[in-house]
Nanobody
């Protein structure tokens, strides 16, 4: 059974940092690119960025460039999202996604709250 489990969400002050994790199981983790997404209250889910299967390349949405970094450890079957200089507008539930099978799989999400 394919599973993705996010963790690491927390409440932080503006300017703070957080590192989220996404642990995968039930599929050949190292064969798949993994992407991060987020959904703020009252807004649609949006992409944050993606890392290739090998981890050699990443790409980010404009708001994430220079502040967020995605990495992975295929031996641990885990992808990370390092977030720095967090802003209140980064408040959202953060999800990881793996394009496994026909429909792909989402994790359950982890809450990030940025407030003074």
């Amino acid at each position: 059974q394919v599973q993705l489990v996010e963790s690491g969400g927390d409440s932080v002050q503006p300017g703070g940092s957080l590192k989220l994790s996404c642990a995968g199981s039930g599929f050949t983790f190292s064969n798949y690119a993994i992407s991060w997404h987020r959904q703020a209250p009252g807004k649609e889910r949006e992409a944050v960025g993606t890392i290739t299967a090998s981890g050699a390349r990443t790409n980010y949405e404009e708001f994430a460039k220079g502040r967020f970094a995605i990495s992975r450890d295929n031996a641990k079957k885990t992808v990370y999202l390092q977030m720095t200089n967090l802003k209140p507008e980064d408040t959202a539930v953060y999800y990881c996604y793996a394009p496994v099978g026909i429909r792909g799989y989402w994790g359950q999400g982890t809450q990030v709250t940025v407030s003074p």
